[in-house]
């Protein structure tokens, strides 16, 4: 959430807040509380948004990290092993294959590390009848495999994260927006209350009044007040 919908934001519950205490004055005129009840739902919404929002891809993607540097990390011992074992054996296609180091491993992408992976897990199922005299015994290359499936299943949670934050941003702009229309339909709404409850509307102007929080210099913290245009059709 930006600065300027954290003013927003701030704003809106001000409004809330004075409905809430009194709701009864309010409820006079029979479309505000339809109104205010789509304001308050759409307000719950945007919070929902932004825990989504703040806890982010960080978490997840530490773990995801973390995985993928352990695997990382056997498999270059095991590539080492492969390749002293291809040289035994004069297996130039094996040796190429496991010609591998640090650097190499740590620099490719997301998709050709795992796929990097997936076929060291296969080139040792398939040599496993000869390589338990290696350094590459039946334990080195069970956990490798565990740690692959390890890998592979959580591969994916920071890029389920990072579609939860996208949809999530896209939620609250609409509920932002459908906030500022109903808002103006309310401001529409209240202006029978001028003569009926002074109070009451000069309250709600009040209320309806975003202050800058960002003390921009030159300021005189009002960002924005209640609009006179008509209200601009919802989001769907």
Do not use: W
Request: aromatic letters at 6%.
């Amino acid at each position: 959430m930006n600065l300027h919908e954290s003013n927003k934001v701030s704003m809106y519950d001000k409004v809330i807040a004075l409905y809430n205490q009194e709701q009864a004055r309010f409820s006079i005129h029979k479309r505000v509380p339809i109104v205010m009840g789509r304001i308050i739902a759409a307000r719950a919404e945007i919070g929902n948004c932004e825990a989504i929002l703040s806890a982010g891809t960080g978490g997840k993607t530490k773990v995801k990290t973390a995985t993928r540097d352990d695997i990382s990390e056997q498999a270059v011992i095991i590539f080492g092993d492969l390749f002293e074992y291809a040289d035994d054996k004069n297996d130039l296609e094996l040796k190429s294959f496991a010609d591998q180091n640090d650097s190499r491993i740590n620099g490719l992408n997301e998709v050709a590390h795992r796929n990097l992976m997936e076929a060291l897990d296969k080139k040792l199922d398939a040599l496993s009848a000869s390589l338990d005299d290696t350094e590459i015994t039946q334990e080195v290359r069970t956990n490798f495999k565990t740690s692959l499936q390890s890998f592979i299943q959580k591969s994916g949670v920071a890029g389920t994260a990072r579609t939860d934050v996208t949809s999530a941003r896209e939620r609250m702009t609409k509920q932002f927006q459908n906030i500022d229309h109903d808002l103006d339909v309310l401001d529409g709404l209240m202006r029978r209350f001028k003569r009926s409850d002074a109070d009451l509307h000069a309250r709600y102007t009040s209320a309806r009044v975003i202050i800058d929080r960002g003390g921009a210099p030159g300021g005189d913290g009002v960002d924005d007040v209640p609009p006179d245009n008509p209200p601009a059709p919802p989001v769907q």
